[in-house]
């Protein structure tokens, strides 16, 4: 009996294992085949440090210049930041950068620690002769605004938060298992479904299931295959999972810094997050220095609250930066 239950057992894995061959096949096959599509798709190339790193430059006539930055793992942050770009270049220059690793730009294979990744957004910033410009953030990119803002605050005439990440975040787990561990399991997960081709396949008529954006937003034919064969083919690559795993060095070495008394700061939370921990609030609060302009608002929805309040999000800014 246990011969008999072995060999069902061996052949169920060798049936798996073809299925496995012939899906990550296929998946390759395809990858290669659509990689022509997604080549000088959008935006402009900027050389950094001998790669290249690419922009895309909304409201270019206006005088006011927003820096836009994503959160970890955005498969295409000119794409997913678009909707949020076209409402906020009616009023400023809206400039999306794709760090290394991220959307169309080159992987650097440079280690991602806070300085490095910063000094490379800055070199971009400078060479588009950007020297007075608000910083945008989501997620984990309000690490490094708030590094960035200490480095040149000179530079830098404001920072606002779209729900970013902040020093100290990670004093509170409200999960058994850490956020940063959830997030590699999450990547590893995805990673696994887009190499065996299962992503592919669920997006094949409906390339939306294969991407994360803004439902709500009209998005052409084109830009959604990009963003699908990006999300796909180049999301989670090796400058991601060296930054994921820089993640924890990174909020350490900026435990106790606070931006600038001459930056003021615009904080836009999560309520969904602000349910889950605590001091997520507080902490947004604990980072601000200049206390004239600066606030903290509280936003009722998820993380992406640039998908959900995009409309309040920039009524305010709007009514912020004028102040």
Known sequence: MRKKTFKIIKRVFFVLLVIAAVLMSWNFVCKKTEQPKIEGAYGSIVEVNGHDMVVSTEGAENETT??????????SPVLEFLPLAKELSKDYRVITIEPFGYGLSDQSGEERGISQVVEELHECTRKLGCDQYYLMAHSLSGLYSLYWANAYPEEVQGFIGIDPSVPKQSDEEPLPISMVTLNRLSA???????????TRIGSIRCPEKAVYADVSYPYSKRELEVFRILSMDFAYNSDIMNELKSMEDNLESIRDMKFPANVPVLQFVSGDNCNLLKSWELLHREVITETDRSEVLRLEGGHYLHFEKKEE???????????
């Open 188 to 198: 590893y997960f995805q990673k696994l479904s887009n190499v065996l081709g299962f």
């Open 66 to 75: 927003i820096i836009l930055l994503p959160g970890w793992g955005s498969a």
């Open 313 to 323: 999000i920039v009524e305010k800014v709007r009514d912020w930066i004028q102040k």
